[in-house]
């Protein structure tokens, strides 16, 4: 599997304080089925973080994980806050890419009841050639509030990436209910960790897809899409699978929402 948005990489963030800290969330990771980590660092006021550091850190990183035999690659890549797109200059911005050479960005929407230019700046970036991946948005209060927006940001091309652990509960009730709504209505591209440590918030994505009943999307959220978007080509087509509805009878293309 791929982990498209994790924060391995050390002490430039809220992710793992050392290197010994990294490898052990990758340990775990590749205890989970992880072969491919993509080190999503925040990229926001926060934390400035910038393409050089990034990649010097999944070099480091890298070496050791080979030196301590975990079978672990680590690729570069960033999770930029939507209020520091507009000040990163285009050339910077490619080499945030997911991957580091492809053209797809991870952009993280504000955890604020109001997102009034999340449309403009998705739509901006993709005038510039690029491609958005959403991270989270089952964990935004915009979309909460008001749906539409997010319709109209995945009917124009924007990808989704939800993490693994709102499927089953680990971010509240309304969080878990809006990403079963998401999964339903085919608006879902890819499941991840987001994972920031090797214990409190660890790698890892099968056993909650296992546990939402939606197993039988498994390969295409964590293997087909991850590995296009990294290639920088076009998702495959979602296949046309039986899932287990969170009551336990199986319906094509269908959910029952979890109870509240």
């Not at 430039?12 to 072969?35: H, N, Q, W």
């Not at 293997?223 to 009878?249: F, H």
Request: net charge neutral; charged share 25%; glycine share 8%.
């Amino acid at each position: 599997m791929t982990d498209l948005h994790c924060h391995v990489l050390p002490g430039i963030d809220d992710g793992p304080e050392t290197i010994e800290d990294s490898v052990a969330l990758a340990r775990a990771a590749s205890a989970a089925g992880t072969r491919i980590l993509v080190a999503t660092s925040h990229v926001c006021w926060n934390y400035r973080n910038d393409s050089h550091t990034i990649r010097r850190l999944v070099a480091e990183l890298n070496a050791r994980l080979a030196a301590n035999n975990v079978a672990v690659e680590v690729r570069a890549g960033a999770e930029i806050a939507m209020t520091r797109v507009v000040d990163i200059d285009p050339s910077e911005l490619s080499r945030l890419t997911l991957g580091g050479g492809g053209r797809y960005l991870l952009i993280e929407p504000p955890f604020t009841p109001m997102a009034s230019d999340i449309e403009t700046v998705v739509f901006d970036l993709q005038r510039r050639g690029f491609r958005v991946v959403l991270a989270h948005p089952e964990r935004c209060p915009a979309f909460h509030r008001d749906r539409r927006a997010l319709d109209t940001l995945v009917g124009a091309g924007v990808l989704t990436s939800i993490t693994a652990g709102s499927l089953v509960g680990r971010f509240g009730r309304d969080v878990r209910r809006f990403a079963f709504e998401l999964v339903r209505d085919g608006m879902v591209h890819n499941v991840a960790s987001d994972a920031h440590d090797h214990s409190r918030r660890p790698p890892g994505t099968a056993s909650e897809i296992e546990e939402a009943g939606i197993a039988p999307l498994e390969d295409w959220l964590t293997i087909a899409v991850p590995q296009a978007i990294l290639a920088g080509t076009d998702i495959p087509q979602r296949p046309q699978v039986d899932v287990l509805t969170s009551r336990g009878g199986r319906h094509k293309s269908r959910w029952r929402l979890p109870r509240r």
